[in-house]
């Protein structure tokens, strides 16, 4: 009897991988990896970018102010509302469309391509158009409402602490819908016409065929872009920062908008990092949620 | 050895040689600024600069000003910084802290335009020290502008006083469309960053108020606060907007007709001249609770001590601040030459707007010289007013977030 034995792997086999790999990875380890373990080594310090001699080491100290710290709670809830109602507005106009763009009808392509153009417009010009449509002396919002006899008076969307988050999220919706109606319609597309056919032959009425085939063969689909999109728009602060800058007071801060001005604007880099370490650990629960769905769809 | 000697000549003498040849071509000034006019003149005075100084080369970048001092702050820190820049006095003592500004004093000593930049201004831009790290370029003094056909309809004269002001106000809030909504209110108040400079003509003007111990928690101090407050939400002489309005909204609405007075300066008269004619005006601010108060605008140059080649640098600011270039600059930025000369001939506004700024003069004033007020003007100050403004804290809270700032 021989004993077999595998050949062993040349070295250089074994290693090439490696070395093809190294590129990207180094590079990812620079542009992402390195900045966020400096922005947890400086929210253990006390960081003022003007004084840029002073590196003390706080330990938790900006955690504790932060937790004892208003402006941070009154963000916090900014964004939860943020959040809660941007994202599913967006998925429900967004499933609203892509039904409807599913559907034969003459231009339907250009129909399909038009729709992307709030996706695929920069932000800051989003902002600054919505800017004049909510401005309270030239804005054709209120020229609208008013000529409707549904207000009164001009209101200050932007100005008015009760009005101008809502306002903000108005816009970030019609924004960011057409990703959804983009992911939603390709899903749509994959689901075999056969179902369908076997669904009205069985007599189901269109609500039962959307409730029993269309949904659960989008689910997927769903939960990865509604996943991705809470990710998104947590971090979103561009059109926040154009349209009020937070304001009134602090009635549009969200977290991400808090450590970026307190970081940027207040040159406290310190407890601006303190801030968006803190936000990063609350968003980990949908961080990882996400990569259990992707990593199960790659395996 | 003889070898290594050889060797060692013919290596310094290149590297020397190197080093000349990179020398000469190190000339070169990279310069920030920021300019609201599309209709800006730097590019001829980089080329008429750089005519006369052959072997100079400036690269002058005009940045946003929304964001100018973030960027300014954050780029020398990282090291990628201009080597000179337009700055604002209330950012000199930041600067110094960070260690970011060269002195100018040895220049400004054999340079033959100090004696031609106008009297105090040196002065009033030196650090606490007295050391000079900054060279005037302009300035602007704040005003009231006025409607002068809204103030006639009315029969009423420009406010002298805070009185006279909200009296004013409150008779030029109006509906002139018959909607029963008012479409012209009396003052566009700028609740959004940069506003400070309308709260402080109506607050620091009164008798014991500045930025000193208890000085804002005074009773004066919060009844400087609280009548702004009041002129928003009892008189309802603002447009609604105000709590968020800023430099473009206060102006577009002043020409548009929707307010009828509004705080600024000769940079923005002959925009107002274009969009109004003769219809526009300007005084002195009100004097309000025993004085008056308004805020000195000024614009200087400094070279940092992380420049690349100072001399050149200054060359190029000192070339800014000379009689000629300086006027020069003024006519695009709208506002006024530093130089005696330049001021003596200067053309550059119209009379009324002119004489409205020299009669502010006596009692222009600067925010705190310190580290502060970086903070007070870009923070503490917009979100305050505004959280006033729409009722969220009160005058007194206000007053001692900034007494807070300032004194803890």
Redesign the interface.
Known sequence: MTVTTAPPVPLARRVLPLVMLSPAVLVTLAIVFLPMVQALWMSLHDYV????KNFDWVGLKNFISAWNDPVFWTSLRHTVIWIAITVPAQMLLGLATALLLNQNFPWRGLARALVIIPWALPSVVIALMWVWIY????GVLNDLLLRANLI?????W????DTALYAIILTLTWQGFPFFAVMILAGLQSIPKSYYEAASIDGASQFRQFWHITLPGLSGVLMTATLLRVIWVANSIDVIFVM????????TYTLPLYAF?KA????DYGYGSALAVSFTLLLLGFVILYLRRAGRNIA | MTGFNIKTTVAAALLAGTALAGGAQAQEVNFWYHFDNADNPMSALVEKFEAENPGITVNAENVPWNSYYDQLYTSIVAGTGPDAALVKLNAQPRLIEMEALEPLDAWLKDWDGTAEIQDNLLTLTASADGTHYYLPVQYVVLYLYYRTDMFAELGLTPPTTCDEFRDAAKALTRDTDGDGQPDVYGFGFRGGKGGHDHWASLTLSREGVGFGPGELTSEAGVAGTQFVVDLFQKDKVFPPSAPNDGFKEIIGAFQGGTTAMTIHHIGSSADMVAALGDKVSAVPVPECGGGRWTSFGDESTAVFSAAQDKDAAWKWISFLSSPGNNAEFNKATGQLPVTKTDSASWDGHEKRFVEATVNSLPFANFLPNTSETADFANTVWPVAMQRALIGEITAQEMNAEIEVLYND
């Open positions: 970018l003007f004084r840029p401005d309270s002396n030239y009164k008076t001009s209101i200050p932007l100005a008015d602490p009020t800058g937070g304001g009134p007071g602090y009635a001005i940027r604007t207040g040159l």
